[in-house]
């Protein structure tokens, strides 16, 4: 499986951007996809996942009520919406495939990253 993650970029604080990760290989119906973020000099943390299969999401506390996952399965892209950014959501933001886990060791595929820098 390769992943393309794409979208980051600069934004102010409460503003919002919209990340995308592009799978394609092998048959993606039984995994999920994640989305993880990395701090500088943090531990990479998980922020929500989705089912290729039935779409079904979940998000840990951190980013729930502001960050959306969701699914184009015909073009294999997964996106993350990301709204009301504050500055400590700065990181780089990583997706991945794997089973329905937000253990990080756990995912099989991961894609190159994408700076997402928010400004106060």
């Known amino acids: 499986v390769q992943l393309q993650a794409s979208g980051g970029g600069l934004v102010q604080a409460g503003g919002s951007l919209r990340l995308s990760c592009a799978a394609s290989?092998?048959?993606?119906?039984?995994?999920?996809m994640g989305w993880f973020r990395q701090a500088p000099g943090k531990e990479r943390e998980f922020l929500t996942g989705?089912?290729?299969?039935?779409?079904?999401?979940y998000y840990a506390d951190s980013v729930k009520g502001r960050f959306t996952i969701s699914r184009d399965n015909a073009k294999n892209t997964v996106f993350l919406q990301m709204n009301s950014l504050k500055p400590e959501d700065t990181a780089v933001y990583y997706c991945?495939?794997?089973?329905?886990?937000?253990?990080?060791?756990?995912?099989?595929?991961w894609g190159q990253g994408t700076q997402v820098t928010v400004s106060s």
């Open positions: 991945a495939v794997g089973p329905r886990t937000a253990v990080a060791a756990s995912y099989d595929y």
């Open positions: 290989g092998r048959t993606l119906s039984v995994y999920v």
């Open positions: 989705i089912s290729w299969s039935d779409g079904s999401t």
